[in-house]
């Protein structure tokens, strides 16, 4: 088997990164820092998104990277 150096380590790190993605709805307002609206609070437990409200979803969602130092 061939192995490149970091490679390995590369590898768990985007699959962590992948899950945390997958859960970072719920994870959000949990964050220190982090307060939310009413409307917010139902948009990251399922409601359905209207196209206004697309930029807010958005919003919190590049907050919620840049909290976790996923971003560039």
């Known amino acids: 088997m061939i192995r490149w150096e970091g490679q390995t380590s590369h590898f768990f790190m985007d699959i962590k ?19 939310l609206n009413k409307r917010e609070k ?5 409601a359905e998104i209207k196209s ?16 976790k130092g996923y971003e560039v």
Do not use: C, S
């Open 42 to 46: 139902e948009l990251l437990d399922g």
């Open 17 to 35: 990164m992948i899950e945390e993605i997958q859960q970072w709805e719920k994870e959000y307002p949990t964050m220190n820092g982090v307060t």
């Open 52 to 67: 206004h409200e697309g930029m807010v979803f958005g919003r919190m969602y590049a907050d919620w990277k840049k909290r």
